[in-house]
Antibody, heavy 122, light 111 residues
Framework: QITLKESGPTLVKPTQTLTLTCNFS??????????VGWIRQPPGKALEWLAL???????RYSPSLKSRLTISKDTFKNEVVLSMTNMDPVDTATYYC??????????????WGQGTLVTVSS | NFLLTQPHAVSESPGKTVTISCTRS????????VQWYQQRPGSSPTTVIY?????PAGVPDRFSGSVDRFSNSASLTISGLKTEDEADYFC??????????FGGGTKLTVL
């Protein structure tokens, strides 16, 4: 069974850098093709894909947020970290960690973590 | 880049059938697979359809997906509606630059 769990601050101030950690179990970055990503959802709004990191350390970023995002992984700790700089109140959202299966051919994200709500406010 | 447009909300009675559309703004809808996710209030999204029309294990066959090249849209159809189907539904596709393009979501009310 695959599980993912997000952790990090629930409140950040404007201009600060947000760092979120995703700890997962049930799969490994040692498996060719697997990836882990981040998706966010402002309260009452739509989903927005942010970043993705593959087993071979290939990284993809949302074109609109690329300059603010950094994603990294620790294969041994089964961990993925997302950093987002220069946080703004519009970045208030629930941030989800997601698994992309090794044999996926459709950019399917399954399963999702429980999500962590991050509020940006002074 | 492209957009995926969904109706904001739909409603239907228990036992009936409802279809939610997802229209791609540019490019061919059939060029890239479409996924559908269900999000119940207070929960994380879960997959109900992937690769246009495939159901994950555990998803009832009341859920089906299709793609129409002429309207450049994907559709999620739920038959035999149950109150437990009440949720937000999001479509998702991708292109070479963006693995995750999501629709705006459709709120399904079963009343």
């Amino acid at each position: 069974q695959i599980t993912l769990k997000e952790s990090g601050p629930t409140l950040v101030k404007p201009t600060q850098t947000l760092t979120l950690t995703c700890n997962f179990s049930g799969f490994s970055f040692r498996t060719s093709g697997v990836a882990v990503g981040w998706i966010r959802q402002p309260p009452g709004k739509a989903l927005e894909w942010l970043a993705l990191i593959y087993w071979d350390d290939d990284k993809r970023y949302s074109p609109s947020l690329k300059s603010r995002l950094t994603i990294s992984k620790d294969t041994f700790k089964n961990e993925v970290v997302l950093s987002m700089t220069n946080m703004d109140p519009v970045d208030t959202a629930t941030y989800y960690c997601v698994h992309k299966p090794y044999n996926d051919i459709s950019n399917l994200f399954d399963p999702w973590g429980q999500g962590t709500l991050v509020t940006v406010s002074s | 880049n492209f957009l995926l447009t969904q109706p904001h909300a739909v409603s239907e009675s228990p036992g009936k059938t409802v279809t939610i559309s997802c229209t791609r703004s540019s490019g061919n809808i059939a060029s890239n697979y479409v996924q559908w996710y269900q999000q119940r209030p207070g929960s994380s999204p879960t997959t109900v359809i992937y690769e246009d029309n495939r159901r994950p294990a555990g998803v009832p066959d009341r859920f089906s997906g299709s793609v129409d090249r002429f309207s450049n849209s994907a559709s999620l159809t739920i038959s035999g509606l149950k109150t437990e189907d009440e949720a937000d539904y999001f479509c998702q596709s991708y292109d070479t630059d963006n693995p995750g393009v999501f629709g705006g979501g459709t709120k399904l009310t079963v009343l």
